[in-house]
């Protein structure tokens, strides 16, 4: 499978634990994106990069969540001190702005249940 | 920011039958809009796009209108089948030289009753 892949698939934690979320984008793509979905609503943007440089955080983000992408390729995505509310899907997507013929798609991976209890 | 409304939440409609979805959005620098759907347990996937500068774009049997000026977009499914049944969401965003996040609608769940 050469698409947007995300580890683990699920994940069940503890109140309070840390986790963290490893998104794999597409090789040839250098936009990277974070959004986090709840039951019957759309996909909510937490962060994005390009290449390497984080270029913009949601207010939805809070200080307990952090994102990294070192080389330009892979993604981290942690949350510390898990709080019930984390509770979501946890969706990677990424894109490139120089591939025809839609070049602002952004293809998303399976995503990450996360629980948190 | 960006606020995107999507209505309805659930349509249902007979097989063979139109479906129409429809957004609003709010900021009015916002020039690109996709549509993407989303089947139970699956990942979104883009069935159609339109940018700021067309009025309309049509895929076969999807087609997705743009009103700038009233701020609003909406999805067009004609002679619907069993398989369009799922999540459909609406999204706009700005395009940039350095990325552009998207703002999602809260869906419409389609179901298409044989």
């Known amino acids: 499978d050469t698409g947007v892949s995300q580890d683990p698939r699920h994940k069940i934690t503890k109140r309070g634990q840390n986790v963290t979320f490893r998104c794999d984008p597409i090789?040839?793509?250098?936009?990277l994106y974070w959004y986090r979905q709840t039951l019957g609503q759309g996909p909510e943007f937490l962060t994005y990069f390009q290449n390497e440089a984080q270029l913009e955080k949601s207010r939805l983000l809070s200080d307990r969540f952090s994102a990294e992408r070192p080389k330009g390729s892979f993604s981290t995505l942690e949350i510390q001190r898990t709080e019930q509310g984390d509770s979501a899907m946890y969706l990677c997507?990424?894109?490139?702005?120089?591939?025809?013929?839609?070049?602002?798609?952004?293809?998303f991976g399976p995503g990450t249940r996360l629980t948190v209890l | 920011g960006e606020n995107v409304e999507q209505h309805p939440s659930t349509l249902s409609v007979q097989e063979g039958d139109s479906a129409v979805i429809k957004c609003t959005y709010s900021?009015?620098?916002?020039?690109?809009f996709p549509w993407y759907k989303q089947e139970l347990g699956k990942r979104p996937q883009l069935i159609i796009d339109i940018r700021s500068n067309v009025g309309e774009k049509k895929d076969q049997r999807i087609a997705v209108t743009l009103n700038k000026t009233a701020k609003h977009f909406s999805l067009h499914i004609t002679e619907t089948q069993p398989e369009d049944s799922a999540v459909y969401f609406c999204a706009a965003s700005i395009i940039s030289n350095t990325g552009n996040q998207f703002y999602f609608g809260t869906g419409t769940s389609l179901t298409v009753i044989p």
């Open positions: 090789s040839e793509h250098n936009r």
């Open positions: 900021d009015s620098a916002s020039n690109y």
């Open positions: 997507a990424s894109s490139s702005h120089r591939l025809a013929p839609t070049p602002n798609e952004q293809f």
